[in-house]
């Protein structure tokens, strides 16, 4: 079955550097989501893209946000500057148009 | 902005047992999607439910969707251990956003 997979599984980050969460998307789906979950708290939506560029996003999407998709196949989440409360798990997410939504296994990302 | 609203938050039971969570959002949604996460993992699709009266079944798990009076179930039918994880249910639109309610945390005890 085909899957979205992200790399890395799990990085550790000084509070004010750069992190890029990789994902490559189900092959045939055209909307991309990135999502993320603080430990022991409900999902949270971050931003969805369509057609190459931001179709949505939430007010945790700031300026320190940024998505990016190089290539026909990595979808990838920058943030510029982390925070100690960036640290979560993100998971990228892809659908065809109207149906299921597939998650990947998760990016955790903990800010030191 | 779109509420959801998931009870119980925890629920224990024994095995055999039927139980229900339901799922209650505040504006209108054209789908609605539950999940299962186990602990320290991704969501696991179960049930995309796209019209008023759907209901969906895969084995030990019924889910309904009733989009005028804004509400989901999630009913478990003769439980088992295998079971226990959270469970969260998310109104959305296609290709817009889902929004996550808290989780239904469910542990099946022998």
């Known amino acids: 079955e085909p899957e979205v997979t992200q790399t890395p599984s799990h990085q550790v980050t000084q509070m004010g550097q750069e992190v890029i969460l990789r994902c490559v998307p189900i092959s045939n789906h055209l909307y991309f989501y990135w999502y993320r979950q603080i430990l022991g708290q409900k999902v949270e939506f971050l931003v969805s893209?369509?057609?190459?560029?931001?179709?949505?996003k939430s007010e945790i999407f700031d300026d320190q946000f940024s998505v990016e998709r190089p290539d026909g196949s990595n979808f990838t989440l920058k943030i510029r500057s982390t925070k100690l409360e960036d640290s979560a798990m993100y998971f990228c997410?892809?659908?065809?148009?109207?149906?299921?939504?597939?998650f990947g296994e998760g990016s955790w990302l903990t800010v030191v | 902005e779109l509420k959801v609203e998931q009870n119980p938050l925890f629920l224990s039971m024994q095995e055999g047992k039927n139980y229900t969570i339901y799922c209650n959002y505040s504006?209108?949604?054209?789908?609605l999607y539950w999940y299962r996460q186990d602990p320290g993992k991704s969501l696991e699709s179960l049930f995309v439910l796209l019209s008023n009266g759907a209901v969906k079944q895969e084995g030990r798990l019924m889910a309904s969707l009733d989009t005028k009076a804004r509400l989901s179930t999630l009913h478990i039918t003769a439980a088992v251990h295998d079971l226990s994880a959270t469970y969260f249910c998310a109104p959305g639109r296609g290709g817009s956003r889902l929004t996550f309610g808290e989780g239904t945390q469910l542990t099946v005890n022998p």
């Open positions: 504006t209108t949604s054209d789908r």
């Open positions: 997410a892809s659908s065809d148009p109207g149906n299921t939504i597939y």
């Open positions: 893209f369509y057609n190459n560029e931001i179709s949505e």
